[in-house]
T-cell receptor, first 116, second 114 residues
Framework: AQSVAQPEDQVNVAEGNPLTVKCTYS??????LFWYVQYPNRGLQFLLK??????LVKGSYGFEAEFNKSQTSFHLKKPSALVSDSALYFC??????????????FGTGTKLQVIP | NAGVMQNPRHLVRRRGQEARLRCSPM?????VYWYRQLPEEGLKFMVY????????ESGMPKERFSAEFPKEGPSILRIQQVVRGDSAAYFC????????????FGNGTRLTVT
């Protein structure tokens, strides 16, 4: 069974500092990994994904994520945090099961607070 | 290309009434997922549908809740005889066939049961 863990409920970082939001996963096959961001009163927005290839993937708004197969991790990073990055971040894994069933599992979310 | 459209954005129902939440997926998307979210909390999976088929409803309560995704028209999440505990934000997401694609989310329907 697939699972996703986001070990931190909240991450606080000062504006201008680098940020990391952690995610680890467990799947039976090759993982398709995703990060989403949610602003208040909105739906989730796709940030970036890892399918195959380079372990460092770049996404929207200056975010990037590093895929580490040995540690089964997919941490979200940004070199310099902005106050406007404050939001709820979700990691997700998706895989195809029998009969084309597209199972999607989300982590519990991490609230990022960027302090001015 | 319009995104995932959910309506209404806000829905107020009295206890015992029915709530119908609609979701129009993005054009060309054949997979629809429904999630429930309480304030400051994560997403709780409810149901996964493909056109005319319920694929996985393991997250949906057995009573009062039902979902459909007909051949024509939007996906509907229906809650009968609502109770205060049903108050939450309900999100719909759609995607094309491949697992390599991200889900595209609507902005949700906020249901308040009075």
């Amino acid at each position: 069974a697939q699972s996703v863990a986001q070990p931190e409920d909240q991450v606080n970082v000062a504006e201008g500092n680098p940020l990391t939001v952690k995610c680890t996963y467990s799947v039976s096959g090759n993982p398709y990994l995703f990060w989403y961001v949610q602003y208040p009163n909105r739906g989730l927005q796709f940030l970036l994904k890892y399918i195959t290839g380079d372990n460092l993937v770049k996404g929207s708004y200056g975010f990037e994520a590093e895929f580490n197969k040995s540690q089964t991790s997919f941490h979200l990073k940004k070199p310099s945090a902005l106050v406007s990055d404050s939001a709820l971040y979700f990691c997700a894994v998706r895989e195809t099961g029998s009969g084309g069933y597209q199972k999607v599992t989300f982590g519990t979310g991490t609230k990022l607070q960027v302090i001015p | 290309n319009a995104g995932v459209m959910q309506n209404p954005r806000h829905l107020v129902r009295r206890r015992g009434q029915e709530a119908r939440l609609r979701c129009s997926p993005m054009k060309g998307h054949s997979h629809v997922y429904w999630y429930r979210q309480l304030p400051e909390e994560g997403l709780k999976f409810m149901v996964y549908l493909q056109k005319e088929n319920i694929i996985d409803e393991s997250g949906m309560p057995k009573e009062r809740f039902s979902a459909e995704f007909p051949k024509e028209g939007p996906s509907i999440l229906r809650i009968q005889q609502v109770v205060r505990g049903d108050s939450a934000a309900y999100f719909c997401a759609s995607s094309p066939e491949t697992a390599r694609s991200p889900l595209h989310f609507g902005n949700g329907t906020r249901l308040t049961v009075t």
